[in-house]
T-cell receptor, first 112, second 116 residues
Framework: KNQVEQSPQSLIILEGKNCTLQ??????????LRWYKQDTGRGPVSLTI?????NTKSNGRYTATLDADTKQSSLHITASQLSDSASYIC???????????FGTGTRLKVLA | DADVTQTPRNRITKTGKRIMLECSQT?????MYWYRQDPGLGLRLIYY???????NKGEISDGYSVSRQAQAKFSLSLESAIPNQTALYFC???????????????FGEGSRLTVL
């Protein structure tokens, strides 16, 4: 069964701290995996894309990793800011199809 | 201006009413999608369209219909709204099928529908 599971469901951290969000996927055939950020009441926006051959990719304070062997991805946020408060959604794309497989997201709250 | 525009942004209606949610895009993408988002369930696919003449059901199409009026326009209709269709609805486009595509989804701002 093609699915994407994210953990934790929710997370509260203090401003300035780091955190790591997890995504496990069982998607075949696998094309790529994206992390999206969804602010409250807004549409999701792509943060980064990870393909089969990529291990690590950074986008500012966001660093994504992908382990194709264990089918795991993580999103690490460094020096969190209040504006990082959002839901983070992991989405895998099946190769050769229209099919996007969505995780249920991690809701992050950053406190001052 | 947003690349993917949804109207209305918020709508409250009564059971049994017909509702149309509209989506227009300036991305020039052929592929358009309608998703529904409920707390704890993530985004679920209602309908998708690869071009004006190609419309397909997603995983939760019952109770919904769509119309692809042009490459840039994709509308979602609820013929007879019911309370469990209360949700946040998103339209999205994808660059799949074009050269150098990466499959990124571009979402609208969402339409919050409440059915009383």
């Amino acid at each position: 069964k093609n699915q994407v599971e994210q953990s934790p469901q929710s997370l509260i951290i203090l401003e300035g701290k780091n955190c790591t969000l997890q995504c496990n996927y069982t998607v075949s055939p696998f094309s790529n995996l994206r992390w999206y950020k969804q602010d409250t009441g807004r549409g999701p926006v792509s943060l980064t894309i990870m393909t089969f051959s990529e291990n690590t990719k950074s986008n500012g304070r966001y660093t994504a990793t992908l382990d194709a062997d264990t089918k795991q991805s993580s999103l690490h946020i460094t020096a969190s800011q209040l504006s990082d408060s959002a839901s983070y959604i992991c989405v895998a794309l099946r190769e050769g199809t229209y099919k996007y497989i969505f995780g249920t997201g991690t809701r992050l709250k950053v406190l001052a | 201006d947003a690349d993917v525009t949804q109207t209305p942004r918020n709508r409250i209606t009564k059971t049994g009413k017909r509702i149309m949610l509209e989506c227009s895009q300036t991305k020039g993408h052929d592929r358009m999608y309608w998703y529904r988002q409920d707390p704890g369930l993530g985004l679920r696919l209602i309908y998708y369209s690869f071009d004006v003449k190609d419309i397909n059901k997603g995983e939760i199409s019952d109770g919904y219909s769509v119309s692809r009026q042009a490459q840039a326009k994709f509308s979602l209709s609820l013929e007879s709204a019911i309370p469990n269709q209360t949700a946040l609805y998103f339209c999205a486009t994808s660059d799949l099928g074009r050269g150098h595509d990466t499959g990124e989804l571009f979402f609208g701002e969402g339409s919050r529908l409440t059915v009383l």
